[in-house]
């Protein structure tokens, strides 16, 4: 029989509990809870079947809507979208709505510099989902993002430092997933036309099979996805970043290189 993803989730969350347990004890988890609680509002247990940390009054592996005031799809499957940005997520999150997800936004912000940016991004990101959607954002981390990608520093936009990005930033959206119980992983990335779309998909995938989750291959910017993007931010009043986030991209818009 199909495992299904709070399972396999389950048993990767075990393991790293059992690190945890060998190497800095429980604090681990309960600073992973605080942190969730934080950020989310949410008392996080342990599920006792499945071993997955979920928020009081839900069960792993069934579609979460609860903040939409809507009922799910009977088909609706959980998915968590990567927001890389707030206007790069207007056309991919009602998109996905319309099918059938029940999708949770992810913010990781830990790439984008200073932090009166960060905040300014975040705003946006919150204005988007507003009311009625799922949104959670991680705790903000640049001391994290330094430290593994500082030594690639002199790299241009678009090569190896922004690959290592991608993937810093799909592998914390990916933990979250497993920790929603969300067994698809999607970002938005692919609509700027200032990336590579196949490489993303290919971070992508390869990330979805290390955390046993599904892939969802989209290019967002087909279809005039960017022009449409742009005209749907300015509609909603969104906050449009100059530079696509990092320090070393604002060094570069400040010295004419384009980006995103
Ligand atoms: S330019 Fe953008 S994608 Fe590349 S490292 Fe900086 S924040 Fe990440």
Not at 196 to 224: S, T, Y
Not at 254 to 260: A, D, L, M, R
Request: charged residues 30%; hydrophobic residues 30%.
């Amino acid at each position: 029989m199909e495992k299904t993803v709070a399972q396999v989730g389950a048993g990767r969350i075990r393991q790293d509990v059992s690190c945890a347990k060998n190497s800095v004890g429980m604090e681990v988890c309960r600073s992973v809870r605080k942190r969730l609680r934080e950020e989310t509002g949410e008392n996080l247990r342990r599920n006792g079947a499945s071993g997955c940390l979920v928020p009081e009054g839900e069960t792993p592996g069934l579609p979460l809507l609860k903040d939409s005031g809507r009922e799910p799809r009977k088909e609706a499957e959980g998915l968590l979208l990567h927001l890389c940005c707030a206007p790069d997520g207007t056309i991919p999150w009602p998109t996905l709505e319309e099918e059938a997800f029940t999708v949770t936004g992810y913010f990781y912000g830990g790439n984008i510099h200073p932090e009166e940016e960060y905040r300014l991004r975040l705003a946006a990101v919150r204005r988007l989902a507003a009311e009625h959607r799922r949104l959670v954002v991680e705790h903000y981390a640049p001391e994290e993002w330094f430290r593994l990608l500082a030594p690639f520093e002199a790299e241009p936009e678009g090569g190896e430092r922004c690959r290592r990005c991608f993937r810093l930033q799909l592998e914390n959206a990916a933990r979250e997933a497993l920790r929603r119980g969300c067994r698809v992983l999607c970002t938005t990335l692919t609509i700027s036309p200032h990336k590579n779309p196949d490489e993303i998909n290919r971070i992508g995938v390869a990330v979805a099979e290390q955390f046993g989750l599904r892939w969802l291959h989209r290019i967002w910017r087909k279809g005039n996805g960017f022009a449409r993007s742009v005209e749907e931010s300015r509609r909603l009043g969104l906050y449009r970043q100059g530079y696509c986030g990092c320090l070393y991209s604002r060094n570069e818009r400040n010295e004419g290189v384009e980006c995103s």
